[in-house]
Nanobody, 122 residues
Framework: QVQLVESGGGLVQTGGSLRLSCAAS????????IGWFRQAPGKEREFVAA????????AYADSVKGRFTISRDNAKNTVYLQMNSLKPEDTAVYSC???????????????WGQGTQVTVSS
């Protein structure tokens, strides 16, 4: 299986930026599509972004399109989520997830990290 560890969360002001990292260990990282999800207090977990095994195909939630960018470095077993123009409604625990598949999808992930807190102050 794959173990995932997120980092890079923190407190930032509205309009600021953060870059989250998802470091993987275990099975061959390049065999897995990776997704980012978030969950705000009192709300259900929602899809944020996903990237294919090779990194050539990405998918985004409408709420973050144009502000967030997902990328991966298979040599470093790491996926990144660059978050720009942050808004208070982006405040949530952000988690990465992996699935043994080629294409990025919005669900069906098998392995999950513990998450990292992102707080955007107004």
């Amino acid at each position: 299986q794959v173990q995932l560890v997120e980092s890079g969360g923190g407190l930032v002001q509205t309009g600021g930026s953060l870059r989250l990292s998802c470091a993987a260990s275990g099975r061959t990282f390049s065999n897995y599509a990776i997704g980012w999800f978030r969950q705000a207090p009192g709300k259900e977990r929602e899809f944020v972004a996903a990237i294919s095994r090779s990194g050539g195909i990405t998918a985004y939630a409408d709420s973050v399109k144009g502000r967030f960018t997902i990328s991966r470095d298979n040599a470093k077993n790491t996926v990144y989520l660059q978050m720009n123009s942050l808004k208070p409604e982006d405040t949530a625990v952000y988690s990465c997830a992996a699935k043994a598949a080629t294409l990025p999808t919005r669900d069906g992930y098998d392995y999950w990290g513990q998450g990292t807190q992102v707080t955007v102050s107004s």
